[in-house]
Nanobody
Framework: QVQLVESGGGLVQPGGSLRLSCAAS????????MGWRRQAPGKQRDLVAHITNDGRTVYEDSVKGRFTIFRDNAKNTVYLQMNSLKTEDTAVYYC??????????WGQGTQVTVSS
């Protein structure tokens, strides 16, 4: 199982930006698909963004054009750049990794709060 350590969450005003980081403790990082999901109180853990091992990306419609997922394989890290943040983006954000066998690992979650 891959250990994932998230950072970068916090409190930001509407229209502001945050960058989330997720560092993976595996020598096979480059073989993993990576991504982010988020969960608000009383809601499901929904997809935010996904990136394959060769850099293909997919985004949830509500964040497309505002969020960018990218990875640095040399640092074993995936990032989520979040711009033009809205109050509806408030949630706990979870990083995940999916290996070549389809097994999934999860980070502990980091709180993002968008409020004035």
């Amino acid at each position: 199982q891959v250990q994932l350590v998230e950072s970068g969450g916090g409190l930001v005003q509407p229209g502001g930006s945050l960058r989330l980081s997720c560092a993976a403790s595996t020598s096979a990082f480059s073989d993993n698909a990576m991504g982010w999901r988020r969960q608000a109180p009383g809601k499901q853990r929904d997809l935010v963004a996904h990136i394959t091992n060769d850099g293909r990306t997919v985004y949830e419609d509500s964040v497309k054009g505002r969020f960018t997922i990218f990875r640095d394989n040399a640092k074993n890290t995936v990032y989520l750049q979040m711009n033009s943040l809205k109050t509806e983006d408030t949630a706990v954000y979870y990083c995940y990794a999916v290996n070549s066998r389809g097994s999934t690992s999860w980070g502990q979650g980091t709180q993002v709060t968008v409020s004035s």
